[in-house]
Each structure stands twice: as structure tokens, then as C-alpha cells.
């Protein structure tokens, strides 16, 4: 039974028209921010987030979606940062296990592979090593006949011999949501759409300066502490501040991924590309994830997408592991890029700049930046040790304890029962199928119940946008009244990711916007925008490039 009402984004406004002091802005809603609002507001905090964009609407929902240890990362002797992330990978486990699936890893070798056997099985023994001790399992060496044995898919001549080993799979927009949800479930006030234009030291803290993106309104707010987690904006959210010098310096890499048809599912693979780069093929169910690249971008953030020279590197690294398909842009079913926030090393090339965070302690402002999706709840703590102090106030008295607090959604105690007893009454009491039943427990746990309530409302609500798609119109009701949605790009490809599909959600677009308009009042003129909203948006950034 899932016990908290969350706040709705018009009620979160009026309460910070009230009241407009706090101790905490959180400037960002991608997964630094969320981990950070959700743990101050279990310290004790008051909290207020605001987000220029949607929850997770930058590098957040661009990533892998891996809660992984980081294989590559022993490349570059970066032992800490990966023990610190297999540590967390399995924290994310425990706190979210309907987020968290794990995979088997399989890693073949060819005759043209730049990284050796026994590079490989070294590697994957320390890799074993530096999560100790951990539930997910460890790694197996092969040899061609065992991988050929195991996967026949991967015959191929060149085929020398391999390993596998383990990881899990995220959903990192879901996971971010469900940091915000845990955060206003707690009376943290978070806002998407809510740009910060600028701020400025003042006698008692810090006074923020922000505008109501969908109204226009312009609000002040103030704080005692102000942390910027903006991710590859950090270095232009420092320079909102008026006569403050801030020293974040970043780097931002790009990486794309393709999406194709699902061709394996129980598995994940990765490739050792022939420049040596890893290359991840991922297994959604209704597609395979493939990417991905590691570019130095220097255009401006909101311009990232996919490139003609990334989607040719990443088909080229799948024709080399199957052949005989053929991969070719008529097999893409979408495409997206997003922006590593790396804070810059001198003399470190993109690939060896590490990923490791950093946090500048100004006082009454705080810059975190870098880091990984996987370490996110680690970086939280360490920020929010920083403002209690600058806060004066004892970290004893406000212990964090998020490493063993289930996020909003996941306090099943036991997830295995949980779902198979959720799977029985979706598919008797409320006749769906397998595949909708599972998607709906995977993205949404507990919060399941929310969407039957509105089935429960109106049965109509239980069919499918998509034929052939397990997703239902429920969900764009639930996305619009708990999951502060406010267009169809929050919902098709953040919410839930049928942008990712085959057909990128287009022909559940009229559907979506009725859904939508029905719940916030939309006229005929902002209904049409909105359907051209989302098809601009697909042509812009998820269609495979000219
Ligand atoms: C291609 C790729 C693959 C990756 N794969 C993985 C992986 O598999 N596993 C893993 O652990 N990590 C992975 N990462 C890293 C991980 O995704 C990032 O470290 C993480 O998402 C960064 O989150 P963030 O919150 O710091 O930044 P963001 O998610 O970008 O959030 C910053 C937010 O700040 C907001 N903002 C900016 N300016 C303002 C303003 N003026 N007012 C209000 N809001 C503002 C933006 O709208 C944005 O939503 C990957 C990264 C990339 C690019």
C-alpha cells in the first residue's frame, strides 16, 4: 500500500509564495540535485529545487542507464572511484529493486581486439575484488567454444575467447523522478520549469532570482544555502551569481546511443571496439540500447544530438560483432546524445579526464559537479555534510541515512513477492497483459497502485497507446497528476519511453495530448502546439541524422 500523497506542482508554488525562505535551493533537478533535495529534507532541511527544464531533463535521461563500477574506469587506475561505485551500485539495489535489474555482461574478444585475454581476466578479477562483498554476482572466463557454447549469436571467425560479468540496468529519468517524489513526499518543494536567471550573496544568505517558465511569474526566494547542481551548466549557473568569482571549470563529453530491434534479452554485451573504446548493447524489452561515444562537445548544451560520424561509429562496432546483419539506418529506431559533466584536468584528454566528482565550498554557495549517475546518493551525503556545516549545525544530530531508506515506491519488503503478487492482480482483476504488467512494476513499484486507482476511475484508461506496445493511457494520467509532467516530451520519452520504440511514440501522440488536455484544461490552440511540440522534438532530437 502506497501511504504518501505527493504535492502537486501548483500546490508547491503557493506554499513557496508563503513562505520563500529556506535553508536549502537546490539549483538542478537532474540526479545530483534529486539525491541531494531528498537528503536534506531527511536531515531536517527546509528545501526548495528548481529545474529550468523538465526533472531529469538534461544529461540524466542521456545517460546508459548502468548503476555499474565503471570496468574502464581501471584503464585509467581510477581503483577508488570504482570501489566507491560498485559499493553504490549495490546501495541503489537495496533502495530501488524494481529499478535495478542485473545483468550478465558478456565481453568477447577478436583477433583485431586491442585489449589482450589476460588484460581482460585481470581486470574482471579486480573488478570482482573492489566490490566486495557484493549480491550481484561475479565474473566467468570463456573461451570461444564456451561463448560460441552459450551465445551462438557470436560465431565468428575472429572469435578468440572472452568472459562475462555483472551490472545492473537503471531507468535513470525513473530513478531521478523517484529521488524527487521521495523529496516532496517529504516536503521538499521541487519545480521543473522554474529557471533560475540569476543570484546574489546578500546579508543572511543568498537570494535567488527565478521565473515560473510556463506563467511567466517571476519569484525571489531566498536561502541560507544555495547549491548549484546543474550538471554541464555548472560553470554558467556560477556566473548567474553577482560579483561572485566561482572556480568550477568543466569539460563536457558527448555520447550517443541508437536504439534497434530487441535481438537478445537476458543478457547485455559489451564490445572491446577496435580503438579500444567500450561499446554497450543493452537489452530493453522493446529494443536494444547501443553507444556509446566520448567527444569533446563545445556547442551549447541545449544543441546536443546525435551526429551523422556518431551513429556511423556505433553501427560500424555492431557490423563488426554481427556480420551477416547488416546494420544500416533503416534498422534505427531512435537515437540520443548527452553531455558528461567531467570537471576538467589539465592535460587529460576527454577519455582520460576523470569521472570522479568535485564539490566548491564557497560558504553560503556549494558547486557539485561530475560524478556518475551510479555514485549519485554518495555525492548527495557528501554535499549535504558541506551545507550542515556551513550551516553551523552538527552533522551528528542530522545523520544521512539514505544508504538504507527505500526510495519513494520501492518499501515493499520484499521485492520478489511484491511482484509476482502485483503481476497476479493486473492480470485477473485488471486483465493485462504480461508484458504490460511487468513494465508497469519495473518502472513504477509501489506507485503501481496510483495507476489502478485511475483504471478504478475509468477502465477505459487500461487499453494500450500502441497495439503491439505494452504501454497504457493510465500512465499518461499518472505521469500528468504524480509525476509532474506538463507535455508530451516529459511523458513519451521521459515518464515512460516509448519515444525510444519503434515508431518513437507518434502514433500515441494524438491520444497522449487528449489525455493531457483533459487533465489540465488545454484549449484547441495549446493542444496543437503541444502535438507539434513532440513531433518537432522527434525530428530534432531522437530521428536518426541526415
Ligand atoms: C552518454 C552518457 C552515458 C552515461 N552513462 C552513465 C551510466 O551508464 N552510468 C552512470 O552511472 N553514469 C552515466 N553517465 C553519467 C551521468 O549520466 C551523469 O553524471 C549525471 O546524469 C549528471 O547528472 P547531473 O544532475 O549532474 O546533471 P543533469 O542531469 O544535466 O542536471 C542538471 C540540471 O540543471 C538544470 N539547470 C541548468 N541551468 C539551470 C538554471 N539556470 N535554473 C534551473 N535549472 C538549471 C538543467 O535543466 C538540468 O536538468 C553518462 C553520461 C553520458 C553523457
Given amino acids: 500500500m502506497i501511504e504518501t500523497e505527493l504535492p502537486s506542482r501548483e500546490q508547491m508554488i503557493n506554499e513557496l509564495k508563503q513562505n520563500n525562505s529556506f535553508d536549502v535551493v537546490v539549483i538542478g533537478g537532474g540526479i545530483t540535485g534529486a539525491g541531494i533535495a531528498r537528503d536534506a529534507m531527511l536531515r531536517g532541511l527546509r528545501v526548495c529545487l528548481l529545474d529550468k527544464s523538465d526533472f531529469s531533463g538534461g544529461t540524466s535521461s542521456q545517460s546508459s542507464k548502468l548503476l555499474h563500477g565503471g570496468l574502464r574506469y581501471l584503464q585509467n587506475y581510477e581503483f577508488s572511484l570504482v570501489r566507491e561505485a560498485a559499493l553504490e551500485r549495490e546501495r541503489n539495489l537495496e533502495m530501488a529493486p524494481h529499478l535495478s535489474k542485473i545483468y550478465r555482461f558478456v565481453v568477447p574478444l577478436y583477433k583485431w581486439s586491442k585489449t589482450p585475454k589476460f588484460l581482460l581476466r585481470m581486470g574482471l578479477i579486480l573488478y570482482d575484488i573492489l566490490a566486495y562483498p557484493k549480491s550481484i554476482g561475479s565474473h566467468k572466463n570463456l573461451g570461444a567454444k564456451g561463448i560460441i557454447k552459450e551465445y551462438p549469436f557470436l560465431k565468428n571467425d575472429q572469435l578468440v575467447g572472452g568472459a562475462y560479468y555483472h551490472d545492473i540496468r537503471t531507468n535513470d529519468s525513473r530513478l531521478t523522478l523517484a529521488n524527487i517524489q521521495s523529496a516532496t513526499s517529504g516536503h521538499a518543494i521541487a519545480l521543473n520549469y522554474f529557471k533560475v536567471e540569476s543570484w546574489e550573496r546578500v546579508e543572511d544568505g543568498v537570494r535567488v532570482d527565478a521565473i515560473d517558465l510556463e506563467t511567466s511569474e517571476k519569484l ?55 580503438d579500444n573504446r567500450p561499446i554497450f548493447l543493452i537489452p530493453w524489452d522493446e529494443f536494444t ?21 556518431d551513429v556511423d561509429y556505433i553501427l560500424s562496432a555492431l557490423n563488426r560483432l554481427f556480420p551477416e546483419e547488416n546494420y544500416t539506418y533503416d534498422d534505427i ?23 570522479n566528482h568535485t564539490i566548491h565550498n564557497y560558504g553560503d554557495v556549494i558547486s557539485i559537479a561530475g560524478g556518475k549517475l551510479t555514485t549519485y546518493r554518495e555525492m548527495a551525503r557528501q554535499t549535504v555534510d558541506k551545507v550542515l556545516k556551513n550551516l553551523g549545525l552538527p552533522i551528528s544530530k542530522h545523520r544521512c541515512v539514505t544508504a538504507n531508506l527505500p526510495l519513494w515506491s520501492a518499501a515493499y519488503p520484499d521485492y520478489e513477492t511484491f511482484s509476482s503478487e502485483t503481476t497476479n492482480i493486473l492480470r485477473t482483476k485488471y486483465n493485462l497483459g504480461d508484458d504490460t504488467a511487468k513494465m508497469l512494476i519495473e518502472f513504477y513499484g509501489e506507485a503501481t497502485e496510483l495507476i489502478t486507482n485511475i483504471i478504478d476511475e475509468d477502465q477505459t484508461l487500461a487499453e494500450r497507446l500502441e497495439d503491439n506496445l505494452p504501454f497504457i493511457k493510465a500512465q499518461v494520467v499518472h505521469a500528468v ?30 491520444t497522449t495530448v487528449d489525455l493531457m488536455a483533459r487533465e489540465l484544461n488545454w484549449n484547441a490552440d495549446k493542444r496543437a502546439e503541444m502535438t507539434q511540440m513532440y513531433i518537432d522534438y522527434v525530428n530534432e532530437f531522437m530521428a536518426v541524422p541526415k
Fill in 220 to 274: 525571489k526566494i531566498k536561502t541560507k544555502v544555495l547549491v548549484n547542481a546543474s550538471g554541464p551548466w555548472s560553470e554558467d549557473v556560477e556566473k548567474l551569481g553577482k560579483d561572485f568569482e566561482g572556480d568550477m571549470k568543466i569539460r563536457r563529453t558527448k555520447g550517443t546511443h541508437i536504439t534497434i530491434r530487441p535481438k537478445f534479452d537476458d543478457f547485455a554485451i559489451l564490445i572491446v571496439n577496435n
Fill in 333 to 355: 529506431f531512435s537515437t540520443w546524445a548527452g553531455l558528461r559533466p567531467l570537471v576538467y584536468q589539465a592535460g587529460k584528454d576527454e577519455r582520460k579526464t576523470s569521472r
Fill in 481 to 510: 497528476r504524480h509525476e509532474y509532467a506538463l507535455n508530451p516530451v516529459n511523458v513519451l520519452r521521459r515518464r515512460f519511453q516509448i519515444a525510444f520504440c519503434k515508431g518513437n511514440g507518434l502514433s500515441s501522440l494524438d
Fill in 289 to 309: 540500447v547501443v553507444g556509446t561515444t566520448d567527444d569533446e562537445w563545445k556547442e551549447s548544451n541545449e544543441s546536443v544530438k546525435a551526429s551523422k560520424e
